[in-house]
């Protein structure tokens, strides 16, 4: 079955960086675009950024860009979120995502806290 493993998820200082990684297992990673998704207590899960299958193409939301970079190790499985000037409102939970199979899958998440 698809399993999503997130780590690298802790408490920062406004400013810093964090490096959040997904290990991937259970489908054909390579064949598959992934995307991370966060959520803010008391706020809807939303999309932080996607890379496509080959990593040739990746897509940022507004909130992150030029601050966050997605990318992807195809002989690893693995995808990667750096993050870096962060502030207080990049404080959630980080998912990693792809749909397989025809349906949605994730991980259990990472906490990223954000705080002096």
């Known amino acids: 079955q698809v399993q999503l493993v997130e780590s690298g998820g802790g408490l920062v200082q406004p400013g810093g960086s964090l490096r959040l990684s997904c290990a991937a297992s259970g489908f054909p990673f390579s064949n598959y675009a992934m995307s991370w998704y966060r959520q803010a207590p008391g706020k809807e899960r939303e999309l932080v950024a996607t890379?496509?299958?080959?990593?040739?193409?990746?897509n940022y939301a507004d909130s992150v860009k030029g601050r966050f970079t997605i990318s992807r190790d195809n002989a690893k499985n693995t995808v990667d979120l750096q993050m870096n000037s962060l502030k207080p409102e990049d404080t959630a939970v980080y998912y990693c995502?792809?749909?397989?199979?025809?349906?949605?899958?994730w991980g259990q998440g990472t906490q990223v806290t954000v705080s002096s």
């Open positions: 995502y792809v749909r397989a199979y025809g349906r949605p899958n």
């Open positions: 890379i496509t299958h080959d990593g040739g193409w990746t």
